[in-house]
T-cell receptor
């Protein structure tokens, strides 16, 4: 299973754009890249998923370069409520998601 | 619509007792996953069900842990002879698994405390 590496923590201020980069050098051909968000005392919540190039939804954008060995989650104009742990995962249907420790994002006013 | 539900939300038990944790997945989701999360840690995969079968049990930490799923729906995770190190939040997730995509929907978890 492909392992991911992402920063342990990041700090930002309200209104700024936040980019969290994740490396996954051993990603397999069938693997999707998925990001989850987790607030304290809650289960993780799906944010965005992509296979290649760029994906955008109402919450975030996901940038994936051609070699797919890394990906960047972009959160536009963060607010205090975006303070959470963000997990980057790779895998495909029928496999367990391997959660690392994620990136703890702290947004201040 | 209804999401993944888990019960109980909290469980306190004494060391050596058996516990059962229940997960009700989203209707129509064929895949079901169990994870556990210790304080301040990431999620640890335990077991995966596709329908009623469990093709991947590799994450179960010991033979005290078992899980079953009946009718392709509800799943029960059983921990026998609980130990203090079993204390954690146990999370269940379900997925439709359309094509290769694997978006998992998580329940609120069961917080297990072993005294």
């Amino acid at each position: 299973l492909a392992k991911t590496t992402q920063p342990i923590s990041m700090d930002s201020y309200e209104g700024q754009e936040v980019n969290i980069t994740c490396s996954h050098n051993n990603i397999a051909t069938n693997d999707y890249i998925t990001w989850y968000q987790q607030f304290p005392s809650q289960g993780p919540r799906f944010i965005i998923q992509g296979y290649k190039t760029k994906v955008t939804n109402e919450v975030a954008s996901l940038f994936i370069p051609a070699d797919r060995k890394s990906s960047t989650l972009s959160l536009p104009r963060v607010s205090l409520s975006d303070t959470a742990v963000y997990y980057c995962l790779v895998g495909f249907a029928g496999t367990a998601l391997i959660f690392g420790k994620g990136t703890t994002l702290s947004v201040s006013s | 619509g209804a999401g993944v539900s888990q019960s109980p939300s909290n469980k306190v038990t004494e060391k050596g007792k058996d516990v059962e944790l229940r997960c009700d997945p989203i209707s129509g989701h064929t895949a079901l996953y169990w994870y556990r999360q210790s304080l301040g840690q990431g999620l640890e995969f335990l077991i995966y069900f596709q329908g009623n079968s469990a093709p991947d049990k590799s994450g179960l930490p010991s033979d005290r842990f078992s899980a079953e799923r009946t009718g392709g729906s509800v799943s029960t995770l059983t921990i026998q002879r609980t130990q203090q190190e079993d204390s954690a939040v146990y999370l269940c997730a379900s997925s439709r698994e359309v094509g290769l995509s694997n978006e998992q929907f998580f329940g609120p978890g069961t917080r297990l405390t072993v005294l």
